[in-house]
């Protein structure tokens, strides 16, 4: 067993970074990188060592090598997850990449990134930084709901919008991470209000349109990628075609998402707001008849609130430059969405988008 906690300038308040690595070689590395960026490391040799030594040293992360003696990284993860004490831990799978399935049973198992061998420093002070600034993003939103609890009116108020402020800040992350500019989440957000306004004159979706619904969706439709902060950025970045592999792990982009919303909402302030920022986040890549993902539902199994963003990401991304195709008119975007009515998008919500597309951005 190693601990090794750095120089002296790092300080107590320093963050622990726990590398659990059976290869020496590798665990002086990481440490090396970790100590330079003025954090703590903490070393482990195996999956054993680390579970005796975690209720000691309380990491901020977890650097985890998948395959180990004695308790290999899945089955120290899910160790780690089950335990309500831990779960919150951050871990980050250390993978040769030699099979991608590896790494898509890492994030089924509750892993938040991967880092290849051999380690690139400038790689792997990104990762370790975006994902310690998650976790304490994620932190301080627990600490912010836990104190809404025994807040006065106006208190709620002014924690609901730090709230939502630092859920923006990890959406543009993920934003930023897939390229996206900031004016693509405003009109997003934007056209989804006057799509959801419209449906709110028809027969058909009268019912289930309020206020409230409105100006709900139009703060929570930017949060439909969040999950994006868990995928590797050379798989958000790609240029080329992804492989299967790559596909599943980018699909995991939903529930990371949902379960990042979820934790946050877990802690007793489970809000219209954070509710149907859940349901578009898991759900917005679910197709009409049924052919989507995550879960495969189908129809108006799907909530409302995920068809309507679906829809509208759908028609933002089309009609803006990308680095492989130039823009599409508003009606040629209208007219591939039109091929697909029935089949990915709901057809009579897809007839109200047409009707108003001259007032979206």
Known sequence: MVISMGNDTTGAQAARIMIVDDLETNR???????????????????????????PHCNPELILLDISMPEMDGYEFCRIIKGNPDLRNI?????????????????????????????FIPEVVKSRVGVHLRLHEATRNLQEINRRLQVSVAEQ????????????????????ENSSYDAAHMERVSYNCRILTQ??????????????????????????????????????????????????????????VGAKILRDISMTGDYNDFLKQAIDIAHYHHENWDGTGYPDGKKENEIPLSAQIVSMISTYCALTEERAYRSAFSREEALGIMQNEAGTRFNAELLEICKKISRQLH
């Open 28 to 54: 002086f590395i990481l440490r090396n990188i970790i100590m330079d960026m003025g954090y703590q490391p903490v070393l482990a040799e195996n999956g054993m060592q680390a579970v005796k030594l975690l």
């Open 90 to 118: 951050p871990i980050v799978f250390i993978s040769a990449f030699d099979d991608p399935q590896d790494v898509v049973k890492g994030f089924a198992m509750g892993g938040e990134d991967y880092i290849t061998k051999p």
């Open 156 to 175: 709620v108020r002014q924690m609901e919008r730090e709230k939502k402020t630092m859920l923006y800040a990890l959406a543009n992350i993920a934003r």
């Open 198 to 255: 419209a449906m709110q004159f028809s027969p058909r979706y009268e019912q289930y349109i309020s206020d409230s619904f409105i100006d709900t969706i139009e703060i929570a439709a930017p949060l439909s990628d969040i999950g994006n902060v868990a995928i590797p950025m050379e798989i958000l970045q790609k240029k080329t075609r992804l492989t299967p592999e790559e596909i599943k792990v980018m699909q995991t982009h939903t529930t």
